[in-house]
C-alpha cells in the first residue's frame, strides 16, 4: 500500500524557516517524481514544487521560488521542502504528492497534509 | 500559465440523480499530435487531502466507481457523476498538466438536495 507521511509542520513567525518532510513507503520511491502542493485555509489547491526521480530537474511556482528549496533522499526514501522568509500567505496545509505513473503531472497518491502556519 | 474555470461554484442535486460540472482552460490542454487531453480530476472530502478520479480527461483511477465520468477536449471539460450517492459529497477539482505550473480550477463543492 503506497503510503506519504508528511511531517515537520507548526507555528514560525513571519521570515522564520521550517523544513518539512515526506515518509514515503508502499512503491519504488526512486522511480516517481514528486511534488508538493498546498492549501490555504478554506481555499483551493496549489501546485508548490516538483523534482524529479533522478533529482535532475526541478520547478518551483513562482511564489516561493528563491525562498523554497525541494530535495529527496532516495535511500531514504524521503522528500523534503525547506521554506525560508515565510511569509503570512505561505500559511496553509502542504500536501506530499506522488506524480503520475509516465512522469506526468498529475498526482496519483497524496498524503494527508502537514499544517504551516505563519503569523507573529 | 493557464487558468482552470470550474462551473458552478457550488450543486446541490438530489441522491440518485445526475451532478455535472464543467471545467475551462484559458488555452487548450489537448496535444495533437497524441490525441491527449492533459486534464485531471480530484475529490476532496472535508479533512481529507484529494483523491484522484480521472487524468486524460477521461481515464478512471483504479478503485473509482463508473458512475464517475469525465469528458472533453481542447479547453472545455466535465466531470459527470450519473447517480450522486451520499458518499460523493465532496468539494471537486480539476487540473491541468499540459504545461508547467500545472494549475487547479477553483473547485466544485457537491451537496446533497
Known amino acids: 500500500e503506497v503510503q506519504l507521511v508528511e511531517s515537520g509542520g507548526g507555528l514560525v513567525q513571519p521570515g522564520g524557516s521550517l523544513r518539512l518532510s515526506c515518509a514515503a513507503s508502499?512503491?519504488?520511491?526512486?522511480?516517481?517524481?514528486m511534488n508538493w502542493v498546498r492549501q490555504a485555509p478554506g481555499k483551493g489547491l496549489e501546485w508548490v514544487s516538483y523534482?524529479?526521480?533522478?533529482?535532475?530537474?526541478?520547478y518551483y511556482a513562482d511564489s516561493v521560488k528563491g525562498r523554497f528549496t525541494i530535495s529527496r533522499d532516495n535511500a531514504r526514501n524521503s522528500l523534503y521542502l525547506q521554506l525560508n522568509s515565510l511569509r503570512a500567505e505561505d500559511t496553509a496545509v502542504y500536501y506530499c504528492?506522488?506524480?503520475?505513473?509516465?512522469?506526468?503531472?498529475?498526482?496519483?497518491?497524496w498524503g494527508q497534509g502537514t499544517l504551516v502556519t505563519v503569523s507573529s | 500559465d493557464i487558468v482552470m474555470t470550474q462551473s458552478p461554484d457550488s450543486l446541490a442535486v438530489s441522491l440518485g440523480e445526475r451532478a455535472t460540472i464543467n471545467c475551462k482552460s484559458s488555452q487548450s490542454v489537448s496535444y495533437s499530435s497524441n490525441n491527449k487531453k492533459y486534464l485531471a480530476w480530484y475529490q476532496q472530502k472535508s479533512g481529507q487531502p484529494p483523491k484522484l478520479l480521472i487524468y486524460w480527461a477521461s481515464t478512471r483511477e483504479s478503485g473509482v466507481p463508473d458512475r464517475f465520468s469525465g469528458s472533453g477536449s481542447g479547453t472545455d471539460f466535465t466531470l459527470t457523476i450519473s447517480s450522486l450517492q451520499a458518499e460523493d459529497v465532496a468539494v471537486y477539482y480539476c487540473?491541468?498538466?499540459?504545461?508547467?505550473?500545472?494549475?487547479f480550477g477553483q473547485g466544485t463543492k457537491v451537496e446533497i438536495k
Open positions: 487540473q491541468q498538466y499540459y504545461s508547467t505550473p500545472p494549475t
Open positions: 504528492a506522488r506524480g503520475g505513473s509516465g512522469s506526468y503531472f498529475f498526482f496519483d497518491y
Open positions: 508502499g512503491f519504488n520511491f526512486n522511480s516517481y517524481e
Open positions: 523534482i524529479s526521480s533522478s533529482v535532475s530537474t526541478i
